[in-house]
């Protein structure tokens, strides 16, 4: 998930706007998680959503059955599902 991605981080998120604009005039290929992403609207969590890649887990529930939503190795901050 692409949590946070926005134009106060990507200094050319005008640019890639109209890049994708330019290539997917009709929004063809835009999908929930895109909307999600261009309007900073917030991912709704279901059972395996971390999964999946369309939520980061916060509970274990996020990550499904059998996994658990535990701090990542490297990034101690991040969520992610074992």
Not at 73 to 78: D, I, R, S, T
């Amino acid at each position: 998930m692409f949590a946070g991605l926005n134009r106060t981080q990507y200094p050319a998120w005008a640019d890639f706007l109209a890049q994708k604009a330019a290539l997917d005039p009709h929004g063809l290929f835009d999908n929930e998680q895109w909307q999600q992403v261009k309007d900073g609207a917030p991912a709704l969590p279901y059972a395996g959503c971390g999964l999946s890649r369309e939520c980061m887990c916060e509970t274990d529930l996020d990550c499904g059955t059998g996994y658990r939503c535990e701090h990542g190795g490297f990034f101690e901050e991040a969520r992610v599902c074992r």
